[in-house]
Structure formats: structure tokens, C-alpha cells
């Protein structure tokens, strides 16, 4: 796929999201990997109003070289996206659940949404580390957020939301709304006794899909 095809499918993508309630305002930023740099929507940019020429381009540097300026949030997608070579794309959300399940975890926890379904463990994984509580737009959340991604295809920043990643765009965006839907789960069966998939289960996933 050729870039103007890749940004015509990231303002696609976003609007989707955008209208399913995914992200609401300005919230939420999207990378993808290109050979020789990266596609990032713009700072203040609305995922349900993208334009696909105005879509900032970094070099692999990650240095600005073409449209608008890019989300205040770059160094997030830099951390997966070197921690990750694997991975073609990241979508940064505040999605409601899974954003809700990061104001109760604790930070450290690596499995806060359990194995309720096969599909949350192929698209997201086994693990799914919580990110203590850094400001928006706080730099500083870089090395964190890398040292975790290299063991995991999602992070979950505490009290602000998920960063995902996926081996294409459509993956990435995938793998985020499944974590959307298990979280849903998630609070809905809490104080519950569901059941699990077990280890050995998990495990076949894994092997599968992984």
C-alpha cells in the first residue's frame, strides 16, 4: 500500500472510531510505520475529521518534515514502535472502558482485564502492563512505556487510557477495540465468578495466534 493509500485508511480508521465513541474531542492519536519514517496525527486533531493530506509525516528520526504538527503524544508511539519492530502501527485511545479499568488498576499490574475470551488473548496478548499516572504529554513516560512494550502488544496508562500497537494500521485498531470490549466485560462481570480461560488454554491461543 502506498502512503496516500495509508493515509486515506488512517482518516478512515479514525473516523470510525470516532463515531463508535472510541475517542471523543481531540482525544486519541494514530502512528503508522512507513519504510523510511512515520505517518502521526496532527496535535488537536479530531480522529472523526482527519484530513489525509494534512496528516504529519516524521522521518525515521522522528523528525517533523511534512503536514500539520504532530501529536503532543509522539514520544508514545516512538517507545512502542522502537520497542516493537514487529509493529506497523499504534492507536492511542481514551476509550471508556478500558479507561475505567486504568482508574482502577493498580500501576505495576500486568493483567488487569483477565482471559475472559480467545479473542482478547489473540489480539491483545497475554500480558497487559499498567503505566503509573504521567501528566499528558509528559515525556517522561517514554522509557516506561518502552521497557514495557518490548514484553507486550498493549500498555495501559493509569487514569488515561490505552496504547496499542498491531503488525498493520487495521491490526493496531483491531487489537483496541477488543481491548474496549473485554474491558466492557471486564467491569460488567466484576464481583463476579466468571469463568476463565485456563493457562493451558491461553497458552494454545498463544501458540496459535500469537
Keep these: 500500500m502506498d502512503e496516500a493509500a495509508i493515509r486515506e485508511e488512517l482518516a478512515a480508521l479514525g473516523a470510525s472510531l470516532f463515531q463508535r465513541g472510541y475517542s471523543v474531542g481531540t482525544a486519541g492519536n494514530i502512528s503508522v510505520r512507513l519504510p523510511d519514517g512515520y505517518?502521526?496525527?496532527?496535535?488537536?486533531?479530531?480522529?472523526?475529521r482527519l484530513d489525509?493530506?494534512?496528516?504529519s509525516r516524521l522521518d525515521?528520526?522522528?523528525?517533523?518534515?511534512?503536514g500539520d504538527r504532530p501529536s503532543k503524544e509522539v514520544f508514545m508511539h516512538r517507545a512502542v514502535l522502537t520497542a516493537r519492530p514487529d509493529a506497523g502501527a499504534v492507536v492511542h485511545l481514551h476509550s471508556t472502558y478500558a479507561t475505567a479499568i486504568g482508574c482502577l488498576a493498580e500501576p505495576g499490574e500486568t493483567a488487569p482485564i483477565p482471559p475472559l475470551t480467545p479473542y482478547f488473548v489473540m489480539r491483545v496478548g497475554r500480558t497487559?502492563?499498567?503505566?503509573?499516572?504521567?501528566?499528558?504529554?509528559?515525556?517522561?513516560?517514554?522509557?516506561?512505556i518502552h521497557a514495557a512494550a518490548k514484553g507486550a502488544k498493549a500498555v495501559l496508562l493509569a487514569n488515561h487510557g490505552p496504547v496499542v500497537s498491531g503488525a498493520t494500521l487495521a491490526d493496531a485498531v483491531a487489537?483496541?477495540?477488543?481491548?474496549?470490549?473485554?474491558?466492557?466485560?471486564?467491569?460488567?462481570l466484576r464481583g463476579a465468578n466468571p469463568?476463565?480461560?485456563?493457562?493451558?488454554?491461553?497458552?494454545?491461543?498463544?501458540a496459535a495466534f500469537g
Excluded: K
Excluded at 489525509?52 to 496528516?55: L, V, Y
Excluded at 469463568?195 to 498463544?206: H, S
Design 60 to 66: 525515521a528520526a522522528w523528525n517533523h518534515i511534512g
Design 175 to 188: 487489537a483496541a477495540e477488543e481491548l474496549e470490549e473485554s474491558a466492557r466485560l471486564a467491569l460488567l
Design 52 to 55: 489525509p493530506a494534512r496528516i
Design 128 to 144: 497487559l502492563p499498567v503505566i503509573r499516572y504521567y501528566r499528558p504529554g509528559d515525556a517522561a513516560m517514554e522509557a516506561e
Design 195 to 206: 469463568r476463565l480461560l485456563t493457562p493451558a488454554q491461553v497458552e494454545e491461543l498463544l
Design 39 to 48: 505517518l502521526m496525527t496532527p496535535t488537536n486533531s479530531c480522529l472523526g
